[in-house]
């Protein structure tokens, strides 16, 4: 059973940064993409980013120039930094697994960021 567990987020004055984790157990096709999203109240979830297995990343365009994804495969573990953060980046950031042979996706618990203003 794939398991995704998120750590990271907190409360943080607008301009500052945070850093998401998000660790992975269980086993999964070597072939996958790693993303985050996030959902902010009353709207829907929506990407954030994502990067693949074989180091492709993409980006929402909300956040392209202030956050960064990584991985580090051999610790099973996905990164975003996140900088110059704005009061519309509040919201529970979810991490996402997402296997490139079944197509099976998995989800974490959420973490909330909230930035205040």
């Known amino acids: 059973q794939v398991r995704l567990v998120e750590s990271g987020g907190g409360l943080v004055q607008a301009g500052g940064s945070l850093r998401l984790s998000c660790v992975r157990s269980?086993?999964?096709?070597?072939?996958?993409?790693m993303g985050w999203y996030r959902q902010a109240p009353g709207k829907q979830r929506e990407l954030v980013a994502t990067?693949?297995?074989?180091?492709?990343?993409n980006y929402a365009d909300s956040v392209k120039g202030r956050f960064t994804i990584s991985r580090d495969n051999a610790k099973n573990t996905v990164y975003l930094q996140m900088n110059s953060l704005k009061p519309e980046d509040t919201a529970v950031y979810y991490c996402?697994?997402?296997?490139?042979?079944?197509?099976?996706?998995?989800w974490g618990q959420g973490t909330q960021v909230t930035v205040s203003s």
């Open positions: 996402q697994i997402s296997d490139s042979y079944t197509y099976q996706t998995y």
């Open positions: 269980g086993s999964i096709f070597s072939r996958n993409t």
């Open positions: 990067a693949t297995s074989g180091g492709s990343t």
